[in-house]
């Protein structure tokens, strides 16, 4: 991170204290997202671990999912949470489901295909998010459909009016020339 983001960051973290304004918190992490290259993995984590424990992180974090400049950050951010274990509300989970057909970029979508088995799926949403879900299933990055699959278990599994229509998905997706993709149709099938 530049030196001004830097100083930026303890402003805002001095302000916070001294005030009690949240809103400086939740404007600097905005700007370390915003600030992240893309690319370098340690800038991200580090992002996470000044961000990570606030109350609220991932609330936050999936209100800027809704910012195309600041997807692939934000959602990297909440996948790498869940994978700590972290949780994600019912609130932060529609955020996150009702940007998901905005997801612009391929690693976005994947992040938050990654985040699926955690998510609750609210009824009147089911439809909207099976749609992204078969969007993903099309998608020509591999690990892209593989995780639409898991997306699809998860969707079928709070809503089982799906079953039957995922069960068939799985088993075509056996015959996929992707490996990873028969993979977890395999597994998923177990």
């Keep these: 991170m530049s030196q001004n983001t830097e100083t930026f960051n303890y402003f805002c973290i001095t302000l916070r204290f001294r005030t009690g304004c949240r809103y400086a918190l939740s404007m600097t992490l905005r700007s370390d997202i915003a600030a992240w290259d893309g690319k370098t993995a340690r800038d991200i984590q580090s992002v996470y671990a000044q961000h990570s424990n606030t109350r609220g992180f991932a609330g936050r974090v999936a209100r800027l999912v809704r910012e195309p ?88 599994a709070q809503h089982p009016e799906y079953r039957d229509e995922v069960d068939v998905l799985l088993r075509v997706a056996l015959e996929d020339e992707a490996g990873s993709v028969r993979a977890r149709a395999r597994n998923l099938l177990k």
């Design 69 to 156: 400049a600041l997807q692939r950050g934000a959602t990297w951010l909440l996948k790498h949470h869940v994978g700590l274990g972290g949780s994600v509300s019912d609130e932060a989970g529609k955020l996150l489901l009702q940007a998901a057909p905005s997801l612009e970029h391929w690693e976005s979508r994947l992040h938050l295909l990654q985040c699926m088995h955690v998510l609750e799926i609210p009824a009147p949403m089911a439809a909207a998010v099976r749609q992204f879900l078969h969007t993903c299933e099309a998608s020509d990055r591999t690990l892209v459909r593989a995780w639409a699959l898991n997306g699809l278990s998860a969707l079928a």
